[in-house]
């Protein structure tokens, strides 16, 4: 504990005015009973005796003792005339109405009532009525010839001299006076601390009879040295009656007593209302939820309709071919039934296209890379290695950008342009810390915190933090925190109220002292002199209304800022770790008394994140493992069955394929380098968002590619097993290299696009991944393809994998042949032999597809239904790992702290000394324009819940002008000698400003500095220094808010201040910025020149006024792309019509996921979003491909019932479908699902979820939607290239004779011998119709 010492002396800033005012208002009654000129007559020295006109009720003033102060002394004797001197004096004071009849005061006491009422006046003479009220209370009270009738002495003392003095007074004043005054005041503003003046001189009084209650209250020293009591009018006695004047209104018709807007809601004009979003609802459903969903149901029941009359269209022709065909001699023989069946392989309309032109380009092109590649394997992966070599000399210049500003806020923004423009010119801003201790750490839940035994402890714990020094630098409390006056450090706490002295706080009235301290803060000044609001030391209080039971305390420790990167920002940031060290600490001794303590440090979000970043790092490097190590085991599945790893364990290392799959995961991060290099030497910044994700994006993209290019040259080496490895490597790149060129040009293109927004994250992003993917698909296509060859070398000379210089014992060949295939033959895995004989006819049965479309517009609709729920913003505790001591922080800050962020409205380039941009930007003087910025901000301030403005705007040029009132002697001073030089405390030669000036100073700006006089005195005035006797000057409140430029005479810059109100959620921030930048738009508007709205967290919400634009803009460009490549390398329009809507819908979906799984749409979902883009194209390219162009060996083997498009479907997925799920699907699952583990929760709500989300739904969209789709919607498909149109394609092309299509096969022994047989009856039926 301190020891024991005197209260604190108040100390001089500008805000020690209140103690000085609430002595004005209540003291100043004492000292306005002037020492009688001779002794009292008919005083009985107890009680006021006579109540009748023209007698007094007291008269003079002495003290009751040598220390004591001074009091009234009872008089109850007649009035008296003043002499014509008092008179003036009188009436110079109190105004014209003095200027006859007898008085009950003298001119000494006038002085002094004058001297205490023009200290008054400063913060009271913006508005005239007010201060004509004010006057008139007390100068009534003081000098009223009339005195006992509404005056009467209740109680007295007896001073040294033998006198009667007052001790209590009952004041009688009618409720219409009492009233009007009260209106007259409730709404006048003190600019410099952005209050009320109420809360100075009436303690928050919300009537008159508090109003009047707090001025009458005993309060010595620093109050009403004896008590005045206000009673009701009906206790008035017999005699008497009650003060009657009628009060001055604020918005009085007699344009000298009208006050401004700022002081007057009467007089303010009426904004428009504003144009809010207004949200239509059907019931609680939005309109367009309603409107999606009735859209669904009806087109559901169209389709129920249409496949209704399409059924019976085709029962009744199926009964007519049949009675056709039952009068048919010879059906097998006849022409027209040739002409009229079904060909088995289904492609009989697509005969006539025989080849595409770009295709055949294509196949032939990728055909050379790979025949190349594989002839040449050394030279091709030497030049690989080489160039991404060179590429990766870019790492020398690599950077991470981690500034959150530079990271999410493009440096072309306006929001970034305008917190320079507040840096550069006013200062960064404050550097907090803060703490919260609450009392819920018991199955009650919240209860009061404060005790005298907690606060006690509380109050040490303070200490030990003014003592605290750091490790590095020695710096202390002192030494870097805010202290605008010179006089004490800024800490806002309870302990503040009692100058960090707890033997201040006694134990027998500690409560009572601390709410008289919260309601009436000017009595409880802190040493550094700033009043401190109850809401920012005490919350959970709302309830009860009483501060004794907060739930919790804060303390808010403030320390000045400066430029980043500076010698002051290191020391500062050097204490706050010591200070973060001391509270986790403390946060322990908290725990044990049964209390929590929460708080944050400005460096501990920085290093949360930081934390965040490495767990999440040692996931990501799991999850990129676990995708390794499956992708390495499933390539080789197609060659190691189990049967033949059990009766041939030596081959099974041979044919395993764990080289290659190292490889494929090697040339993924040679991409990644290389890509990373070359953007690097570019000067693009890393993020951490690139380094987290980039390599997983390439890794799940590429490894598909792998998958397809050794399952389809598996396949081609099974058809050609004599053929050289270089041709059937050419043979298999051929097929699958149009296929990568497609899906990785969509994904380039469509992660390209991301490079147009300005947003750096998003950009850098997009340019990174584009690269990474196109670099990783030459890569395969070429340095893969060498390695391909390479293993298979390896293979054919019976080597080890992993080990080449090893041969394996040789196997039986026997065993082999008698396997029918089993080791020397591709066997077809069991995902691929599911898909063939299961699955895909399955799916593809006519009623089984209407209810995949179905069921999959229903999920789109939903999806679209659930689009509005779809919230903005990123909260920051999702951006904190688990376990961090900054959550609780993060919400005891929501939950408690019942104070809004700062709002500074900024002017640039303002010539505020001419007189009509003055009455632009004012709000006290009666000229000022009524939509001026300080009246607007005003009129938004009385509707917070579309304005979120809380308090009014501290206007420097309101009080800069009332700073030049010459009533206010105190304030502007000069020399006589010398007109510019402010006069000192104890300076004497010195006149008053605009004492002697005509025209004078007036509310009405008449006459008022413009120009250069204009800002001569502005520089004495930011100069001016802020104390009792002038809470208006500026030197304290605004010597950092203006910008002056002397040599131009203008101000380049300066801002007004106001506060929002309390925000709570991410949606109050997103609506906050975007009110005050509707309001900064109106004062614009009316004013004429660009005036902006700056507040600390502005910079991090201003990319949510366009993110929804940006992502609908993102997204359909990037579907644009993704239709123009498709249909372009696919030859269909048709079919990129059906992959673009595919993929559009596995976007639409996953953002409906969002909705449902509380993701937010924000920088970093706005990027995953572009992931699903790129990899739901990943997902449809290769089967939308093989739809179009089938493989020969492939669809031969379609059964017989599928026709047309449908057969071309079940080809694709028999041809890729396994790949997909395989390659793609089970890949991305398994490294997605290590994520889950993270213990970082953006990781988990952004990365995870979404992931998750975009593999479940892409892989259903892909295996399950898309064929669908294509059997009904896609284009004509292409000639396959296989065959070279002999006998074999000849055959697969030709029509097989009717009714094949009805059969269905047990076994794959019974399909070939069906197949043999109408292969026969083909050649037959041509050789025939040859002969004809």
């Avoid at 895909?840 to 009623?847: G, T």
């Avoid at 002697?969 to 000069?974: I, L, P």
């Avoid at 089967?1183 to 083997?1197: D, K, L, T």
């Amino acid at each position: 504990m301190s020891p024991k010492r005197p209260p604190a002396r108040f100390r001089n800033p500008f805000f020690s005015i209140s103690s000085s005012l609430l002595l004005l208002f209540c003291f100043a009654l004492a000292i306005t009973s002037v020492a009688a000129t001779k002794p009292p007559e008919n005083d009985d020295g107890s009680v006021t005796k006579t109540h009748k006109a023209g007698y007094c009720a007291m008269r003079g003033q002495e003290k009751k003792s040598f220390f004591g102060g001074q009091l009234p002394v009872s008089y109850n004797g007649p009035a008296e005339p003043p002499t014509a001197a008092v008179r003036q004096q009188l009436v110079d004071l109190c105004g014209a109405k003095w200027s006859e009849g007898n008085v009950c005061c003298d001119g000494d006491q006038i002085s002094n009532l004058g001297s205490n009422l023009r200290r008054a006046e400063a913060l009271i003479a913006s508005c005239p009525a007010c201060k004509v009220n004010f006057f008139d209370l007390f100068c009534t009270f003081t000098c009223s010839p009339d005195q006992s009738l509404f005056l009467n002495i209740t109680e007295t003392d007896t001073a040294s001299s033998g006198k009667k003095l007052v001790s209590e007074i009952d004041y009688f004043v009618s409720p219409t006076f009492g009233e009007g005054f009260y209106d007259s005041c409730k709404d006048l503003k003190f600019s410099a601390t952005n209050g009320n003046v109420m809360d100075l001189i009436g303690g928050g009084a919300k009537n008159w009879g508090d109003f009047l209650k707090f001025l009458g209250k005993k309060n010595p020293p620093f109050g009403s040295p004896f008590q005045i009591n206000f009673p009701p009018k009906n206790e008035t006695g017999r005699d008497m009656k009650v003060m009657h004047n009628v009060p001055k209104k604020c918005n009085d018709e007699d344009v000298a007593y009208r006050c401004a807007c700022m002081d007057c809601p009467a007089v303010c004009p009426i904004l428009p209302d504003v144009d809010e979003i207004k949200v239509c609802k059907v019931g609680a459903l939005p309109c367009w939820s309603f409107a999606v969903i009735i859209i669904y149901c009806v087109g559901l029941m169209l389709l129920g309709v249409y496949l209704a009359f399409t059924e019976g269209v085709r029962y009744r022709n199926r009964r007519r071919e049949n009675q056709r065909l039952l009068r048919d001699s010879d059906p097998e023989l006849s022409d027209d039934d040739d002409e009229g069946g079904v060909s088995g392989a289904g492609l009989s309309p697509e005969r006539y296209r025989r080849r595409y032109a770009l295709d055949v380009y294509l196949e032939s092109i990728f055909s050379r890379i790979g025949g190349c590649s594989a002839k040449f394997p050394a030279a091709t992966i030497g030049i690989s290695i080489l160039i991404v070599g060179l590429l990766s000399l870019g790492w020398l210049n690599f950077s991470v950008e981690t500034d959150p500003v530079r990271l999410w806020v493009s440096p072309s923004s306006d929001a970034a342009k305008e917190k320079q423009f507040f840096d550069d010119n006013f200062g960064p801003f404050f550097r907090t810390q803060q703490a919260f201790l609450i009392n819920d750490t018991t199955e009650a839940g919240s209860s009061p915190v404060l005790s005298y035994e907690t606060l006690g402890w509380w109050f040490d714990v303070e200490q030990r933090v003014r003592r605290l020094k750091s490790l590095e630098h020695g710096v202390t409390l002192e030494d870097v925190c805010l202290n605008p006056t010179g006089e004490a450090c800024v800490v806002q706490s309870v302990t503040a109220y009692f100058h960090g002295n707890f033997w201040e706080l006694k134990q027998s009235t500690w409560k009572e002292q601390i709410r008289m301290c919260a309601e009436q803060p000017g009595q409880c000044l802190p040493d550094f002199g700033q009043p401190v609001k109850k809401q920012l030391v005490f919350g959970g209080y709302e309830k009860s209304g009483d501060v004794v039971d907060s739930a919790a305390l804060m303390t808010t420790w403030v320390l000045g800022n400066h430029a980043e990167g500076s010698e002051a920002v290191i020391r500062s940031m050097d204490w706050e770790q010591s200070l973060k060290n001391t509270l986790l600490a403390v946060k322990e001794e908290a725990r044990e008394r049964g209390l929590r303590l929460s708080f944050s440090t400005e460096i501990s979000l920085e290093e949360e994140l930081n934390k965040s970043t490495n767990t999440d790092a040692k996931i990501v490097v799991i999850s990129y493992i676990a995708m390794f190590f499956y992708a390495s085991i499933a390539l080789g599945s197609t060659t190691l069955a189990l049967k033949n790893m059990l009766r041939q364990p030596a081959k099974t290392f041979v044919d395993s394929k764990f080289t290659l799959g190292v490889f494929g995961i090697i040339i993924v991060l040679m991409s990644v380098s290389a890509s990373v290099g070359l953007f690097s030497a570019m000067g693009v910044k890393v993020t951490l968002i690139i380094a987290e994700v980039i390599p997983f994006l390439v890794l799940a993209v590429g490894v598909d590619n792998i998958f397809l290019i050794v399952h389809e040259f598996e396949r081609a080496d099974a058809e050609h097993p004599d053929d050289e490895i270089e041709e059937n490597i050419r043979r298999a790149m051929g097929r699958m290299g149009p296929s990568i060129l497609l899906s990785a040009t969509c994904e380039t293109l469509a992660f390209a696009l991301g490079a147009v927004v300005t947003m750096p994250a998003v950009r850098n992003f997009a340019i990174y991944a584009a690269g990474a993917v196109f670099i990783n698909a030459i890569l395969q296509i070429t340095m893969f393809v060498s390695v391909l060859a390479l293993n298979k070398k390896r293979v054919d000379s019976n080597r080890i994998d992993c080990f080449p210089c090893l041969k394996a014992p040789n196997y039986d060949a026997n065993c082999e042949e008698h396997e029918g295939g089993l080791v020397g033959e591709v066997e077809e895995g069991l995902i691929q032999k599911v898909i063939r004989k299961n699955y895909a006819p399955a799916l593809l049965q006519k009623h089984t597809k209407v209810a995949v479309v179905a069921v999959f517009f229903g999920i789109f609709a939903a999806a679209l239904a659930l689009l509005p729920s779809v919230e903005l913003g990123l909260d920051q505790r999702i951006a904190i790992p688990r376990g961090s001591y900054l959550i609780e922080y993060f919400d005891d800050l929501y939950d408690y702290f019942a104070v809004g962020p700062p709002v500074y409205f900024v002017t640039k380039e303002f010539n505020v000394t001419d007189r009509e941009i003055q009455q632009e930007l004012c709000g006290r003087f009666s000229t000022c324009s009524s939509l001026s910025l300080s009246n607007i901000i005003e009129q938004e301030r009385k509707r917070p819940e579309v304005s979120y403005i809380s308090e009014p705007a501290a206007s420097w040029i309101d009080d800069f002008m009332l700073w030049l009132n010459p009533s206010l002697e105190g304030c502007c001073r000069v020399k006589k000698d010398d007109g510019s030089e402010l006069c000192g405390p104890y300076d004497f030669q010195c006149k008053v400003c605009f004492e002697d000036r005509n025209p004078g100073w007036n509310i009405t700006l008449d006459g008022m500095p413009q120009g250069q006089e204009f800002m001569d005195y502005l520089k004495m005035w930011v100069d001016a220094p802020t104390g009792e006797e002038c809470p208006l000057a500026g030197k304290a409140a605004y010597s950092t808010a203006i910008v002056p430029d002397y040599e131009k005479t203008t101000i380049s810059a300066s801002h007004f201040r106001t506060s929002h109100k309390p925000l709570t959620s991410q949606a109050d921030f997103i609506a906050a910025y975007a009110a005050a930048r509707r309001i900064a738009k109106e004062v614009s508007r009316t004013a004429g020149t660009e005036i902006f709205p700056y507040s600390k967290f502005y910079i991090f919400f201003d990319q949510y006024s366009t993110i929804v634009r940006l992502t609908a803009g993102l997204i359909i460009a990037a579907l644009t792309v993704i239709f123009v490549v498709s249909a372009t390398l696919l030859g269909s329009i048709k079919t990129g019509a059906v992959v673009t809507a595919t993929v559009g819908m596995i976007v639409v979906d996953i953002m409906g996921v969002m909705a449902l799984w509380g993701i937010s749409l924000n920088a970093v979902s706005l990027v995953n979003l572009v992931i699903c883009v790129g990899i739901g194209v990943e997902f449809c390219a290769h089967i939308a491909r093989a739809f179009m162009f089938p493989a020969a060996s492939v669809v031969e083997r379609a059964r017989v019932k599928f026709r047309g498009r449908d057969a071309r479907a079940w080809s694709a997925l028999v041809n890729v479908g396994g790949s997909v799920f395989s390659g793609i699907t089970i890949t991305k699952l398994i490294g997605v699902s290590v994520l889950a583990f993270t213990r970082s929760k953006i990781f988990e709500v952004y990365y995870f979820r979404i992931w998750l989300a975009l593999v479940v739904v892409a892989a259903t969209h892909a295996l399950i939607f898309l064929p669908v789709a294509l059997s009904y919607c896609g284009g004509e498909g292409w000639l396959p290239v296989d065959g070279e149109g002999g006998l074999e394609s000849d055959l697969l092309y030709r029509r097989l004779p009717p009714g094949v299509e009805e059969e269905f096969f047990s076994s794959d022994e019974e399909e070939e011998e069906v197949r043999a047989g109408r292969t026969q009856a083909v050649a037959k039926n041509n050789g025939q119709g040859n002969g004809r």
